[in-house]
């Protein structure tokens, strides 16, 4: 009896990480399109998406992003992100 709700309890617990890590991959490419994207709205979400989850990719990504960016604002926003995550990131 306490073995099946163990189990129960087992299968849901990784069925909720495989769903989770699912949806934040899917999360991770949408900013990833919209940072490029026409409206600067979009981008300006998305750098705010990219500054709460700072890694070496989204470092690499924010890179390529300030190469192409044109708006002042935006660039400025994106130097900051890039700079304090490679702060964090050491």
Known sequence: MMGARIRALLVGLGLGAVLGTVVAQQSMGRHRRDLFSAH????????????????????RLLRDY?????????????????????????
């Open 40 to 59: 600067p709205l979009r981008r300006l979400s998305a750098l705010g998406y990219l500054n709460g989850h700072p890694s070496v990719e989204a470092v």
């Open 66 to 90: 300030l190469a192409w960016e044109q708006h002042p604002m935006l660039r400025r926003r994106a130097e900051g992100i890039v700079r304090r995550m490679e702060t964090k990131l050491g």
